[in-house]
Nanobody, 115 residues
Framework: QVQFVESGGGLVQPGGSLRLSCAAS????????IYWYRQAPGKQREWVAT???????NYAGSVRGRFTVSRDNAENTVYLQMNSLKPDDTAVYYC?????????WGQGTQVTVSS
């Protein structure tokens, strides 16, 4: 069964950092791309970052230069390092992978940026 489990969220002050993890129940080495999304209260879910099997990355403009996505194929885990956090980064963060035309989402992890 394919599962993704996010962890690492929490409460952090503005300017602080968090590292989110997305652990897969299967090998991720052959998954072409894994995505991070987020959904703030009352807003639509939005794409945050992508990492491919060749470690190419792409970021939404709102997080570029502050967030870094990486993957550890040996651990079947994708990470999202978030620095210089702002209150606008408050959201539930999800990872997603598309496998055989099916999207698999994790359950999400809450990130709250507040003083």
């Amino acid at each position: 069964q394919v599962q993704f489990v996010e962890s690492g969220g929490g409460l952090v002050q503005p300017g602080g950092s968090l590292r989110l993890s997305c652990a897969a129940s299967i090998s991720i080495s052959s998954i072409y791309a894994i995505y991070w999304y987020r959904q703030a209260p009352g807003k639509q879910r939005e794409w945050v970052a992508t990492i491919t099997t060749t470690a190419n990355t792409n970021y939404a403009g709102s997080v570029r230069g502050r967030f870094t996505v990486s993957r550890d194929n040996a651990e079947n885990t994708v990470y999202l390092q978030m620095n210089s956090l702002k209150p606008d980064d408050t959201a539930v963060y999800y990872c997603k992978a598309r496998i055989a035309a099916v999207d698999y989402w994790g359950q999400g992890t809450q990130v709250t940026v507040s003083s």
